[in-house]
Each structure stands twice: as C-alpha cells, then as structure tokens.
C-alpha cells in the first residue's frame, strides 16, 4: 500500500499476518499514531500485540510479540533499555527488511550496504548476552543467528518455513 494511506482494516490485515492464526485472532493491534507515539487499532484478548508493516522499508515486516515481547518493542521504539529479565516471543511469519542488522536504530542501509532481508521467523528477545555458538553476523539469514548483538536489543532470530 505504498503512498496510500492505510484504512484500520488494512493495518489489521498486514499485522496479523506475522503470526499464526490461533495467535492473530485475538491479538491487539497497534500502529504509529501521529504524534511519534503508537494507537490501539483493535484491541484483543489473548495478551499478544500486532504492529502492521512498516511502509518505510522495501519489504514486508509486520510482527506480533507477547507481554514481555511488547515491552522489548515498546524500548526499542522508544530509545529506552528493555525491562531486565523479560524474556519474549515474537512471530514475523511474513519475513522482515531491515536497514542494519547490527544498528537497531538505522534508518536506511549505511553506504554500500543493502536492506537486510529475512525470510519467515520467530524471535526469543531480550536475553542479553546468551547467544555462545550462534552466528552474530547476517550473512546467512536462513539459519539461526543475533541480531543487534552487543546491544540492550539483542536477540535470537529463528528461520521457520
């Protein structure tokens, strides 16, 4: 929907398609709002929260994340540390198009570099630095590797197909 505005049924449609569909029944759905900050779309019933696509990058990345998955995004979002010792779940079955899998704060690619592309997965987040064996680089995004490492938005990416 590129240059269009989306319609609350749009930004229902591209969020809930992160996640399974015994999870994006009930989940609430959240969108940026105008002031920076975020709006309820639809609110749920089963503790579960799903974002639409972000228009701004080149691919598909709507994501759905539990309670203390919510709380990670909510930080991120907002340039704040996560809440200590809550690990969450999140699902981003439609894949996701990130600009740097090392800068959680990148915009665009940085030069010479292109937009990261990651087919469908899960995420384990904030678990801090338990990543021993796990790739922290995305040059093969087909296997489980950490995103952002060495950051307070650390986190597992997981491949599911």
Same mark, same amino acid.
């Given at each position: 929907?590129?240059?269009?505005?989306?319609?609350? *049924? $749009?930004?229902?449609?591209?969020? +809930?398609?992160? *996640? #399974?569909?015994? @999870?994006?029944?009930?989940?609430? =759905? +959240?969108?940026?709002? $105008?002031?920076?900050? =975020?709006r309820t779309v639809r609110q749920?019933?089963?503790?579960?929260? !799903?974002?639409?696509?972000?228009?701004?990058?080149?691919?598909?990345?709507?994501? !759905?994340?539990?309670?203390?998955?919510? *709380?990670?995004?909510?930080?991120?979002?907002?340039?704040?540390?996560?809440?200590?010792?809550?690990?969450?779940?999140?699902?981003?079955?439609?894949?996701?198009?990130?600009?740097?899998?090392?800068? #959680?704060?990148?915009?665009?690619?940085?030069?010479?570099?292109?937009?990261?592309?990651?087919?469908?997965? =899960?995420? +384990?987040?904030? +678990?801090?630095?338990?990543?021993?064996?796990?790739?922290?680089? *995305?040059?093969?995004?087909? =296997?489980?590797?950490?995103?952002? #490492?060495?950051?307070?938005?650390?986190?597992?990416? @997981?491949?599911?197909?």
């Open positions: 929907m590129s240059g269009a505005k989306m319609t609350d *049924a $749009d930004l229902i449609k591209s969020a +809930i398609s992160a *996640a #399974p569909a015994s @999870i994006a029944r009930g989940a609430t =759905v +959240i969108a940026p709002d $105008d002031k920076g900050g =975020v749920g019933t089963n503790g579960w929260t !799903c974002m639409p696509d972000m228009p701004e990058t080149p691919g598909p990345d709507p994501m !759905c994340v539990d309670k203390n998955g919510l *709380a990670w995004a909510l930080a991120w979002m907002q340039h704040k540390d996560p809440p200590a010792d809550k690990v969450g779940f999140g699902y981003m079955l439609m894949g996701g198009s990130d600009a740097s899998n090392t800068d #959680p704060f990148a915009m665009k690619p940085a030069t010479g570099e292109k937009w990261v592309t990651t087919g469908p997965h =899960v995420m +384990i987040l904030n +678990i801090g630095t338990r990543f021993d064996g796990y790739p922290t680089t *995305a040059s093969d995004t087909s =296997v489980p590797y950490v995103m952002f #490492p060495g950051t307070p938005y650390a986190h597992l990416m @997981i491949p599911v197909k």
